[in-house]
């Protein structure tokens, strides 16, 4: 079996162009001279964005040896049509019950059409977790927001968790994977940022941030004459956003400084200036850089089928996982239950003496399940964590019933629930989300009534009506069958401590 443990690669993040390399000819050769008649091959992986036609051009630049003044150079030209191999659909979601993994579809569809394809590895690379990249980026956003010069420095590097179904190189996938994603910024970042100046826009952004997921679909195909390559899917988003800008942006909106004081600037250009300050802070506070979305991801776990005797109502045990898919900041949870109602909490009083009896079939429609216990609860969850809520529905009679009636809100809290030195003494406040049951997370249960003996069958139902009022249903029940029915009197059953008894009169 392979070693496909996951490797933790240093990667630099930034968007600047990778210095060129310098392959010395002795790496491709015998030596470095090249002597008549010998020749060397260099192989190269290209990389396209996109389908179309190509014209790969090289220079080549020689001189007789290495004391002659004299270069000469020989340009090799190639039209390279580049078409779809494969084409594939991507879904992603949290993996209930696995810690802070995620569930991964892929669906890969050959479009080439000229020969089959065969997948050999698929490689995911995953930014973690760095709060100075983070610390990094605000300051230089809060630079261009203020209207300080940008410094021409690099953000700090990230490591990389490479993971891979086959254990192979993860080098020259590396190089695709940030050439790829470089080429896919270069393009947001203008659309979103146009007021940034490209040269600003290459000290700002980092080239990888903590929730982004890059996947590489290795191929090959099997004709006579097979050929090998890469699809980099870019763009994947893992942990959700969480605004990390609303206080940089909230404090340029007010005409604050870094410091929280009121800037003093005037001059003949201000109504110019504010204009351009105004676009500029609006597609900050608008990108996808701050982002926010509900971190909280809710799994219910609850039996599918139940049965019980209702000699007394049963509380069905219901377990919420709750899980903070922010790496950054601490979450204030609180899960609310609507309680068990008045009504059902008289279930198992004394019946009244007067018991009405209608025979046949019946359909009971879902509904939801009330709650027993402690209700409220509340809790931080840290960054990439999770936290288990046990709780009890409250049933009543047997059933169809929706895991409904509860509600989650929830609130940021510090990057940890000790840690607030990041904090800024103009940060804007934590916005409160919540939550209710939807079709992502809706569980449904039946509960079954267990009989005490095997032969024991339900012929229909009873209902119970106070003797203040028996006459008066009686009177309503006669009109109403006036076509005819017959009036019986039936002893009508209970079970007290297994055992079947006839309900006094």
């Not at 001279?33 to 014209?55: A, D, K, V, Y």
Request: proline share 8%.
């Amino acid at each position: 079996m392979a070693d496909n443990s996951p490797s933790i690669v240093s990667s630099p993040n930034c968007l600047l162009p990778p210095d060129p390399v310098q392959v010395p000819l002795e790496r491709l050769h015998t030596s470095d001279t090249l002597c008549p008649g010998e020749s060397f091959e260099l192989p190269l992986l290209l990389l396209t964005h996109q389908p179309n036609q190509f014209e790969l051009s090289a220079l080549l630049v020689f001189r007789q040896d290495a004391s002659s003044s004299v270069f000469y150079s020989c340009l090799v030209e190639h039209m390279i049509d580049v078409e779809p191999v494969i084409n594939v659909l991507v879904g992603l979601r949290p993996q209930h019950g696995k810690g802070a993994s995620y569930l991964i579809s892929l669906e890969i569809e050959n479009v080439g059409g000229g020969s089959d394809i065969q997948v050999s590895d698929i490689v995911a690379v995953l930014g973690l977790d760095c709060r100075r990249e983070w610390s990094y980026f605000r300051s230089k956003i809060d630079d261009v927001l203020q209207g300080k010069p940008i410094e021409k420095e690099r953000p700090p590097p990230l490591d990389l968790r490479v993971s891979t179904l086959q254990k192979g190189a993860v080098n020259p996938l590396n190089a695709i994977v940030q050439a790829t994603r470089r080429q896919r910024l270069h393009q947001s970042l203008s659309a979103q940022f146009p007021l940034i100046p490209i040269g600003d826009r290459l000290h700002i952004f980092p080239l990888f941030t903590p929730s982004d997921l890059e996947l590489v679909i290795c191929w090959s195909t099997t004709a006579d004459q097979p050929r090998t390559g890469y699809s980099v899917i870019s763009g994947l988003a893992l942990r959700s956003g969480s605004s990390i800008l609303k206080d940089v942006v909230m404090r340029a909106e007010l005409g604050l400084d870094s410091t929280g004081k009121a800037k003093k600037t005037r001059s003949m250009y201000a109504k110019t200036t504010g204009e351009r300050d105004s676009a500029l802070v609006s597609s900050v506070r608008n990108s996808t850089w701050n982002h926010d979305e509900d971190p909280l991801v809710v799994e219910i776990t609850a039996p599918e089928r139940t049965e019980h005797n209702f000699i007394k109502p049963p509380a069905l045990p219901i377990l919420f996982n709750i899980r903070n898919t922010s790496s950054l900041q601490s979450v204030n949870v609180s899960l609310s239950f609507t309680p068990q109602s008045d009504l059902d909490r008289s279930y198992g009083s004394a019946l009244p003496l007067c018991v009405i009896v209608c025979l046949g079939w019946f359909q009971q429609s879902a509904c939801n399940s009330p709650y027993i216990g402690v209700l409220p609860h509340r809790g931080i969850i840290p960054p990439s964590s999770s936290k288990a809520i046990k709780a009890k529905a409250w049933i009543v009679r047997p059933g169809v019933y929706f895991i409904e009636g509860w509600s989650l809100s929830s609130r940021r809290t510090s990057s940890s629930p000790s840690d607030h030195s990041d904090v800024s003494p103009t940060a804007a406040p934590a916005e409160s989300l919540s939550q209710v049951p939807d079709e992502s997370n809706r569980k449904t249960v039946v509960v079954v009534e267990r009989s005490v003996s095997r032969r024991d069958v339900v012929w229909g139902v009873a209902w119970t009506i106070d003797p203040q009022y028996a006459v008066e249903v009686k009177a309503y029940l006669d009109h109403r069958e006036k076509e005819g029915y017959n009036e019986e009197s039936i002893d009508v059953w209970d079970v007290v401590e297994e055992e079947r008894t006839v309900v006094p009169k």
